[in-house]
């Protein structure tokens, strides 16, 4: 259950990320309300994980989670550079939270 939380945490953090985006660009309560729940969630989610988680663990992946999601909705929705390098290194840090977690 842990992993589990921790991956809706991950994926609160990357909703958050994107409503600073939103915020940046609309300026209203909404969007503040939303980025405020996202990264709510986030932390609630990633408490709960790091209940039964190593804290090192769970914070890496919690962060490859929240930074490859920015980057790749990024990519999607707001027409950042899709360069290969980019996928590359987002390839490299997914990978280093699995190694993580094959160690931990």
Same mark, same amino acid.
């Given at each position: 259950?842990?992993?589990i939380s921790?991956?809706?945490?991950?994926?609160?953090?990357?909703?958050?990320?994107v409503m600073?985006?939103k915020l940046?660009?609309?300026?209203?309560?909404?969007?503040?309300?939303?980025?405020?729940?996202?990264?709510?969630?986030?932390?609630?989610?990633?408490?709960?994980?790091?209940?039964?988680?190593?804290?090192?663990?769970?914070?890496?992946?919690?962060?490859?989670?929240?930074? *490859?999601?920015?980057?790749?909705?990024?990519?999607?929705?707001?027409?950042? *550079?899709?360069?290969?390098?980019?996928?590359?290194?987002?390839?490299?840090?997914?990978?280093?939270?699995?190694?993580?977690?094959?160690? *931990?």
């Amino acid at each position: 259950m842990a992993w589990i939380s921790l991956i809706f945490a991950g994926l609160c953090e990357v909703f958050g990320v994107v409503m600073i985006n939103k915020l940046h660009k609309d300026r209203n309560w909404l969007s503040l309300v939303l980025l405020i729940l996202g990264f709510g969630a986030s932390f609630l989610f990633l408490a709960y994980a790091m209940k039964s988680l190593p804290m090192g663990t769970a914070y890496s992946i919690w962060t490859g989670i929240g930074a *490859s999601g920015g980057t790749i909705l990024g990519m999607l929705l707001y027409g950042e *550079s899709k360069d290969w390098k980019r996928l590359v290194f987002i390839a490299m840090v997914l990978f280093a939270a699995i190694g993580l977690k094959l160690v *931990s």
